[in-house]
């Protein structure tokens, strides 16, 4: 109970017929004039000196420095493995350690942090960070730093914004309470520096995973991406299927030799496709980091051998696949059939939203080089979570009638 609220609770208010005790309502702002997001009116985390609400690990005073100027700007200098810490980090308990009631916006807020690089430094696309809220029971619920929340990225010298969705917390998983939040939490890693200007509470509710639209052919019941699923190096894939296959189309800016020579689940050590989706839509827009029975996680070799297996079983599945060179030898253009029956799988047909994400493995004679990803980007372990992967929007075959005529 904030102070002075118990003596306005104890006032009598007079009127000309009778005596009553005031109620709390009678105090309130009726208009929400107030800067606040559903009621929620905590929004300013971090905004010049703190005091005992702002924290930098002290057994880390090794690894991480930090100072506060007078326009009451943070910078931050860490060496995480160069100071042979084990954990560097940083916490803020604003609003004096109070705990704070943000269940009610979850899905419709994002912790904001407007940040920039020291002069000199060369533009990022993101930040070796981590992201935390810790309750009063000392659960914590994380996000890892992505490209994806850099708005208008990358960041350089310019004050630039990173929004983070709450709603991509892992709270369910941590069984962290977001009604009684105690504090925000930055976990560091590696090395590296910036400066924050501030850490605000904002109105978000949108989604900062990428998309990619999936329209439907009725008439001969296959559809088509709509919006080609394009990777960082210029690589892209498209999407169609009918009632018998999915089928991949697929072009690979690569002007080496594509090799691999490994089989089975070792398919990722060389050149090839992942490829990882729902089997059934998703109802919240919450994340789930725990694996469904039905997920399907694939490999699709672009060696030699047209080997598809499904990671998570460890079966082969049949396939076609056709490969020509670009011209120019600029890179390869891929396709493939994969039998909808052999995937143990039926097609999408159900409007809605489908978690996605696909991959690049780019290797050579001695094995995988490194992992080009679509939506996880720089955040490794798509494997492993779901909650890393972009959404696949479909939509009902009625709304593409009109593209029956269309030859596909």
Known sequence: MRKGLTAI????????????????????????TYPNIKG????????????????VSKEAANCIKYAVNEAGIYSFTWNKPGGGCDWVGMGVGWDQWAGKNMGAIVDEAAMRLTVRLPKGAQAMKTLPLAFGFEDYS???????????????????QE???????????????????????????????????????????????????????????????RGRSQSLIQFPDGSDLQLSWD????????????????????????????????????????MTRRPRTNFLFSDVHLGLSLGETPEVVNFRTGETIPNLRQITILEG?????????????????APWTIEGRYLFEVARDQGDANGRTQQIRWNSGEAEGFHLNPGLWGELLVEHPREAEELETETL
């Not at 929620?40 to 924290?55: C, K, M, Q, Y």
């Not at 890693?189 to 978000?204: C, H, I, N, S, T």
């Not at 030898?329 to 995937?343: F, T």
């Open 9 to 32: 609770l104890g006032l009598i208010v007079v009127s000309a017929c009778s005596l009553k005790p005031a109620q709390l309502y009678d105090y309130t702002n009726p208009e929400n």
């Open 40 to 55: 929620f009116a905590s929004l300013i985390v971090l905004n010049g000196p703190t005091g005992d609400e702002f924290w």
């Open 138 to 156: 000392g659960r914590q619920a994380w996000i890892g730093m992505s490209s994806n929340y850099v708005v208008n990225g990358p960041i350089t």
């Open 159 to 221: 004050w630039t914004n990173i929004d983070l969705p709450l709603g991509l917390f892992n709270w369910n998983e941590m069984d962290c309470d977001p009604t009684n939040i105690k504090q925000f939490v930055a976990q560091f890693e590696a090395d590296g520096e910036f400066e924050l200007k501030e850490m605000r509470v904002v109105p978000f509710s949108g989604s900062l995973r990428k998309q990619a639209k999936v329209g439907y052919h009725a008439v001969k019941g």
């Open 243 to 282: 009632s018998d296959s999915l089928y991949l189309d697929a072009r690979i800016t690569d002007r080496n030799e594509l090799v691999n020579s490994q089989t089975g689940v070792d398919l990722w050590n060389g050149d090839a496709l992942e490829l990882a989706f729902s089997a059934q839509p998703e």
């Open 329 to 345: 030898g600029y890179g390869y253009n891929l396709r493939w059939a994969l039998p909808w029956e052999a995937l143990n799988r």
